[in-house]
């Protein structure tokens, strides 16, 4: 993971703060900061949890009245989730790129002439974040074309060649965030696969239980389906069970997703998921934080962290497992 020259300045301070601060026993320096801040999915489900963990942590260090919002991925309910937080005044908010840059536009500009700082995780906002990025604006998150790209690029590995069949499923209509399946399509294709895109309903991005149905028709319909891509961390997640239920051996299709649930934990260990993208939730949860305290105390303005860091495969999973079990990774 590279970080860039502003953001090792601004981590490094931060961690410098922390100790001084404890080492003469001020308060710490987020004191009196609230922030609000959009988790994504579901309290505790497994492509939160760690993104909970580090912004608690983070909250922890910096003595930051941190407010947590979920939204089960519904970009309208990031909206309101948005409009909710700015009546309520705080520091800063951190909000999630589904909806598009269009969509928060004047929202995002009506907090900043109030004084309310906002930065972006998970999904970027590449126009805002340019027009904003002096005042704060920064992003913890994927490169979502990259990381797409990454996770193909892995699927690929697993001896998958010109001509096989393949399906990318997710939300392509997403503004900024279909990027990260179109990153992974388009690598597929480029392979010489012949690649089908599926669009994610917003049913089942909220619910991701509701993909087994799909998907296990989807399979059954294609017999010469070799590899199903993903950037859904909770339909990863379910691809083991669809696997099975539509008669699939480990291996016999080539799943790539993101993420490192406890069901994909399941996936990879049993050989029915191939690799996942490592998205360092953790980083993206911890990162807002210190933006936001460096913002507020000492005017900095918004940096850029790319999370997506590195494939798991079965091959390597079982390092990280106590650690995806504590909620850090």
């Known amino acids: 993971m590279r970080m ?7 981590a490094s301070a931060a961690a410098l703060l922390i100790t001084a601060g404890a080492a003469s026993a001020q308060e710490p320096i987020g004191k009196g900061i609230t922030m609000y801040m959009q988790m994504g999915g579901t309290a505790g489900d497994g492509a939160t949890l760690a993104r909970q963990t580090g912004a608690a942590e983070a909250a922890a260090a910096f003595g930051v009245d941190l ?6 991925w519904a970009p309208e309910t990031m909206i309101n989730q948005f409009k909710e937080a700015v009546a309520a ?34 999904s970027p906002m590449t126009d805002l974040q340019a027009e904003f990025g002096t005042k704060g604006m920064g992003y913890a998150g994927v490169d979502l074309y990259a990381g797409g790209t990454l ?6 590995a697993q001896d998958l060649k010109a001509g096989d069949e393949a399906m990318v499923y997710g939300v392509f209509s997403q503004a900024e965030r279909g990027q990260s399946e179109k990153g992974l399509a388009d690598t597929l294709e480029k392979a010489g696969l012949k690649v089908d895109r599926l669009e994610v309903s917003q049913e089942v991005n909220t619910d991701a239980s509701l993909a087994t149905n799909v998907l296990t028709a989807y399979i059954q319909a294609h017999p010469n389906l070799r590899a199903i891509g993903t950037q859904h961390g909770n339909i990863t997640g379910q691809m ?17 997703g993101i993420d490192l649930a406890p069901a994909t934990i399941d996936g990879l260990k049993s050989g029915y998921v191939s690799a996942t993208l490592d998205q360092l939730l953790y980083l993206q949860g911890f990162m807002p934080v210190v933006q936001c305290v460096m913002t507020a105390k000492y005017k900095m303005p918004g940096l850029s962290l790319n999370t997506g860091a590195g494939t798991v495969t079965p091959q390597t999973i079982d390092a990280l497992v106590t650690l995806i079990d504590g909620g850090f990774r």
């Open 4 to 10: 860039s020259g502003h953001l090792v300045a601004a």
């Open 67 to 72: 407010k947590s919002q979920f939204s089960g």
């Open 89 to 122: 005044k705080p520091t800063c908010i951190e909000i999630m790129g589904h909806p598009g840059g269009t969509a928060f536009h004047d929202l995002v500009k009506g907090a900043f002439d109030q004084g309310i700082i906002v930065t972006v995780g998970n």
């Open 151 to 156: 996770t193909a690029q892995a699927m690929l």
């Open 240 to 256: 083991g069970d669809i696997l099975k239920k539509a008669g699939k051996k480990p291996g016999e299709i080539t799943v790539g």
